[in-house]
């Protein structure tokens, strides 16, 4: 196996800099994984553009360069993203133009280590992916703007790596630990749990069935109690669409007798929510009541949730709450 590997951008074209530098780590990640990939008995180029003055001499020179070095099984570019500066978390993704399943199990890879993940995303437009001979993906890390995203980078930054080298070396599915159990729970822990049908909800694009200025069920204004759940900016619209879309939160038909608005909505528990088809599971915010029994489904979830879990409307989650330790 034969791999090539870039840092986004150049010495003199750094790319996005808020918390930390997209370039400097891009190198940083580039040379650590390079290094975990050849102790697992991989064959790595890598390259950083030192030279280019321009963003199209640039993204020409990293294309140009990989393509050189083909044959490889794949070309790797490694980014970091940005958006505006933030305490929440947003997010790691991979882009891809014919690779799907394989920028959907980076993008898993490095989630893996506490990152939201937005998932694999399809482009026709960006120059590595559609310049490169080899197959590709390029890889956004995480938010360099977001305080929580370069906190989790930091920290994890060796996790991340190795993530990316098990799954690149295509390390069997056997040799990987095996995902626990789910703990028991004494059932009197155990405040709310159903299994059913889901969809999605919230955010700024949710205009189906949703008013511009709809409200949510217990969350009235946004406070310390629920500032992880919203947007940066307000967008004068209702809460409901004001809700940070990467962020996983959920819906569902609350028994308020067990579960008081006020223990929803300050408390700072959240539930796991299970993916019956993909065996995923993550940990969510409760952000208000739903779906309607009409629709057959017992939760909504956020679209950074199903990403999260691998699964689309109408497909089968488990939600305990609550649930207090890691998914």
């Given at each position: 196996?034969?791999?090539?590997?870039?840092?986004?951008?150049?010495?003199?074209?750094?790319?996005a800099?808020?918390?930390i530098?997209?370039h400097?780590?891009a190198?940083l990640?580039?040379?650590?994984?390079?290094?975990?990939?050849?102790?697992?008995?991989?064959?790595?180029?890598?390259?950083?553009?030192?030279?280019?003055?321009?963003?199209?001499?640039?993204l020409?020179?990293?294309?140009?360069?990989?393509n050189?070095?083909?044959?490889?099984?794949?070309?790797?570019?490694?980014?970091?993203?940005?958006?505006?500066?933030?305490?929440?978390?947003?997010g790691?993704?991979?882009?891809?133009?014919?690779q799907q399943?394989?920028?959907?199990?980076?993008?898993?890879?490095?989630?893996?280590?506490?990152?939201?993940?937005?998932?694999?995303?399809?482009?026709t437009?960006?120059?590595?992916?559609?310049?490169t001979?080899?197959k590709?993906?390029?890889?956004e890390?995480?938010?360099?703007?977001?305080?929580?995203?370069?906190?989790?980078?930091?920290?994890r930054?060796?996790?991340i790596?190795?993530?990316?080298?098990?799954?690149?070396?295509?390390?069997?599915?056997d040799?990987?630990?095996?995902?626990?159990?789910?703990?028991?729970?004494?059932?009197?822990?155990?405040?709310?749990?159903v299994?059913?049908?889901?969809?999605?909800?919230?955010?700024?694009?949710?205009?189906?069935?949703?008013?511009?200025?709809?409200?949510?069920?217990?969350h009235?204004?946004?406070?310390?109690?629920?500032?992880?759940?919203?947007?940066?900016?307000?967008?004068g619209?209702?809460?409901?669409?004001?809700?940070?879309?990467?962020?996983?939160?959920?819906?569902?038909?609350?028994?308020?007798?067990?579960?008081?608005?006020?223990?929803?909505?300050?408390?700072?528990?959240r539930a796991?929510?299970?993916?019956?088809?993909?065996?995923?599971?993550?940990?969510?915010?409760?952000?208000?009541?739903?779906?309607?029994?009409?629709?057959?489904?017992?939760?909504?979830?956020?679209?950074?949730?199903?990403?999260?879990?691998?699964?689309?409307?109408?497909?089968?989650?488990?939600?305990?709450y609550?649930w207090?330790?890691?998914?």
């Open positions: 196996m034969k791999i090539s590997i870039s840092s986004g951008h150049g010495k003199y074209i750094s790319g800099i808020g918390i530098n997209e400097d780590e190198v990640v580039v040379n650590a994984l390079a290094k975990q990939l050849r102790n697992r008995d991989v064959e790595v180029v890598t390259f950083e553009d030192t030279a280019s003055k321009t963003q199209s001499e640039n020409d020179r990293i294309v140009d360069w990989h050189a070095q083909s044959p490889c099984d794949v070309a790797i570019s490694v980014h970091f993203n940005a958006f505006e500066q933030r305490s929440q978390p947003v790691t993704e991979v882009w891809y133009y014919s399943a394989l920028a959907a199990d980076l993008s898993a890879a490095i989630a893996s280590v506490g990152l939201i993940d937005r998932g694999a995303k399809k482009s437009s960006l120059a590595f992916l559609t310049g001979t080899d590709s993906v390029l890889l890390i995480c938010f360099v703007d977001s305080e929580a995203d370069c906190a989790i980078y930091a920290d930054f060796d996790d790596c190795e993530a990316l080298a098990n799954t690149l070396a295509g390390e069997e599915e040799e990987r630990p095996d995902r626990p159990d789910l703990p028991e729970r004494p059932s009197e822990d155990v405040l709310f749990q299994i059913g049908k889901m969809s999605y909800f919230g955010g700024p694009d949710d205009t189906t069935g949703m008013t511009e200025q709809e409200g949510l069920a217990f009235y204004e946004i406070n310390e109690h629920n500032q992880q759940l919203f947007l940066p900016i307000n967008t619209t209702g809460l409901a669409r004001q809700l940070n879309p990467f962020v996983p939160y959920l819906a569902v038909r609350w028994d308020y007798e067990r579960t008081p608005k006020e223990m929803l909505a300050k408390s700072g528990q796991l929510v299970r993916a019956l088809a993909t065996g995923r599971q993550a940990l969510a915010w409760p952000a208000d009541w739903g779906p309607n029994e009409s629709t057959d489904r017992v939760a909504d979830l956020s679209p950074g949730l199903c990403e999260i879990l691998g699964i689309e409307t109408d497909d089968e989650v488990e939600v305990i609550p207090e330790g890691e998914p």
